[in-house]
């Protein structure tokens, strides 16, 4: 298993915020993950662990002992036959949607624009849309999802009923399991159609998201729309540091000096805007404080 030594989590996320971690596990494989998710859970109750980066808003304040790093652990990608395939948690949401359009299925295309791995993707139920008009969300794909329990010390298959998919939530971000993989079904789509899915979600991601120095996409599942627009006006603009974004407001954008007190007392104003008048509001971003 690769080691690496005081490593920068800035460097590791989206949003390009976060502070060291004496040491970042590089497992290259399922048996290594394993063997050091076990073994950190054992030790410190709990174990940060870290895929594309790209939901994550990291304390730049603190050094933390230990990170698992997904980056080569799960990589296996297996067509099981009928539109069925097996998707191992460490790959590349680009790299799976090429995957299955080569053997004439999909169904997923739109999350193309996702900077994310599928265990990532599969932890956070991501998808295109909010609550209320939601397009799809990967949820509708998985059949069934192999962890590793780490109470339990043992792997699991957990079919998609029993998973706790809900709007971008799972119960997997409970942190008592590692997604190793998940088997989903695919729908058929022909190369014309699943290019075009593609190129148009690019287009629209290129024209109406501002990604700045650094983003994490949306930063609440749930959140009163004009509320929040109201809230992004008022609040003080630091254009070089976090600010709510342009175009959408519920996405944060880092100007290139931002910092994580700076994202999380947005976070915070804008949670305690909306219960102060009685608006339900989620923050769908995963915080390691
Ligand atoms: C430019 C941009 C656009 C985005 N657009 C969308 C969008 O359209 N729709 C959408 O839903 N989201 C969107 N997002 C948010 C983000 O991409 C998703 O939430 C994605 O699912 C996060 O995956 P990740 O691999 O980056 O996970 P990370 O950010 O690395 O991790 C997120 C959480 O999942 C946990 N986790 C990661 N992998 C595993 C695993 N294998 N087992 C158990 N837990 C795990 C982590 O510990 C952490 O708690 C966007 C983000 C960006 C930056």
Same mark, same amino acid.
Request: charged residues 25%; positive net charge.
């Given at each position: 298993?690769?080691?690496?030594?005081?490593?920068?989590?800035?460097?590791?996320?989206?949003?390009?915020?976060?502070?060291?971690?004496?040491?970042?596990?590089?497992?290259?494989?399922?048996?290594?993950? !394993?063997?050091?998710?076990?073994?950190?859970?054992?030790?410190?109750?709990?174990?940060?662990?870290?895929?594309?980066?790209?939901?994550?808003?990291?304390?730049?304040?603190?050094?933390?002992? %230990?990170?698992? %790093?997904?980056?080569?652990?799960?990589?296996?990608?297996?067509?099981?036959?009928?539109?069925?395939?097996?998707?191992?948690?460490?790959?590349?949401?680009?790299?799976?949607?090429?995957?299955?359009?080569?053997?004439?299925?999909?169904?997923?295309?739109?999350?193309?624009?996702?900077?994310?791995?599928?265990?990532?993707?599969?932890?956070?139920?991501?998808?295109?849309?909010?609550?209320?008009?939601?397009?799809?969300?990967?949820?509708?794909?998985?059949?069934?999802?192999?962890?590793?329990?780490?109470?339990?010390?043992?792997?699991?298959?957990?079919?998609?009923?029993?998973?706790?998919? %809900?709007?971008?939530?799972?119960?997997?971000?409970?942190?008592?399991?590692?997604?190793?993989?998940?088997?989903?079904?695919?729908?058929? !789509?022909?190369?014309?159609?699943?290019?075009?899915?593609?190129?148009?979600?690019?287009?629209?991601?290129?024209?109406?998201?501002?990604?700045?120095?650094?983003?994490?996409?949306?930063?609440?599942?749930?959140?009163?729309?004009?509320?929040?627009?109201?809230? %992004?006006?008022?609040?003080?603009?630091?254009?070089?540091?976090?600010?709510?974004?342009?175009?959408?407001?519920?996405?944060?954008?880092?100007?290139?000096?931002?910092?994580?007190?700076?994202?999380?007392?947005?976070?915070?104003?804008?949670?305690?805007?909306?219960?102060?008048?009685?608006?339900?509001?989620?923050?769908?971003?995963?915080?390691?404080?």
């Amino acid at each position: 298993m690769k080691i690496q030594k005081n490593v920068k989590l800035a460097t590791k996320t989206t949003l390009h915020i976060g502070g060291y971690t004496k040491i970042l596990y590089l497992p290259e494989n399922e048996e290594e993950l !394993i063997h050091i998710a076990a073994e950190l859970y054992e030790k410190e109750g709990k174990v940060y662990l870290l895929s594309g980066g790209s939901n994550l808003l990291i304390n730049d304040q603190r050094e933390f002992e %230990s990170v698992i %790093s997904m980056k080569e652990a799960c990589t296996e990608l297996t067509d099981l036959g009928n539109g069925r395939f097996y998707i191992g948690a460490s790959n590349r949401i680009q790299k799976v949607i090429s995957f299955v359009n080569e053997r004439g299925y999909g169904g997923f295309e739109e999350l193309i624009g996702l900077p994310a791995m599928f265990g990532g993707i599969i932890c956070m139920n991501a998808g295109i849309g909010g609550e209320s008009a939601p397009l799809f969300t990967i949820a509708e794909f998985v059949k069934k999802v192999k962890v590793f329990n780490l109470e339990k010390k043992d792997i699991e298959v957990i079919v998609a009923n029993d998973c706790g998919f %809900s709007h971008r939530t799972s119960m997997f971000q409970r942190g008592k399991y590692i997604i190793l993989g998940a088997e989903i079904a695919c729908q058929v !789509i022909n190369d014309k159609e699943s290019d075009r899915k593609k190129r148009d979600r690019l287009t629209f991601c290129k024209a109406n998201f501002e990604y700045g120095k650094g983003c994490f996409g949306s930063c609440f599942s749930k959140c009163n729309g004009k509320l929040l627009r109201l809230i %992004s006006i008022l609040y003080p603009k630091n254009i070089e540091g976090v600010h709510f974004g342009k175009n959408t407001c519920n996405w944060l954008v880092n100007g290139g000096n931002g910092t994580f007190e700076e994202a999380y007392k947005i976070i915070k104003t804008s949670e305690k805007v909306h219960k102060l008048l009685h608006q339900d509001i989620m923050c769908e971003v995963v915080i390691w404080k």
